[in-house]
């Protein structure tokens, strides 16, 4: 019998275009959970380029993944930064208006 090869699933591969990045930063944003956008934020750099993504954000790469790791905490002036250097923006709405189908 053949044996089936498995690779991980890395949703880098699936991050191909702006309106892609910006739906899955935005259901991350949905889910509340801060560690999961700073996840988001680095699937999102990593498939633009981490290292231009660091350097028009002002960080180092290496501060940078480890900001934006499972197990980062990274400030909000960074989360701000690496944002604006992903060429993304963030937007407010009432909760109200989220929940309307």
């Known amino acids: 019998m053949a044996k089936t090869q498995i690779r991980a699933w890395d949703v880098v591969e699936h991050l191909e275009t702006d309106e892609d ?39 180092g790469r290496e501060s940078l993944y480890k900001a934006l790791s499972p197990d980062g905490n990274p400030e909000f002036s960074t989360v701000l930064e690496v944002v604006r250097a992903l060429g993304l923006q963030l937007h407010a709405t009432t909760a109200s208006e989220r929940a309307k189908p």
């Open 21 to 59: 990045m910006a739906a899955y930063l935005e259901a991350a944003l949905e889910d509340g959970d801060p560690k999961l956008v700073a996840v988001a934020l680095g699937d999102i750099a990593r498939a633009r380029g981490m290292t231009q993504i660091a350097r028009e954000a002002g960080l």
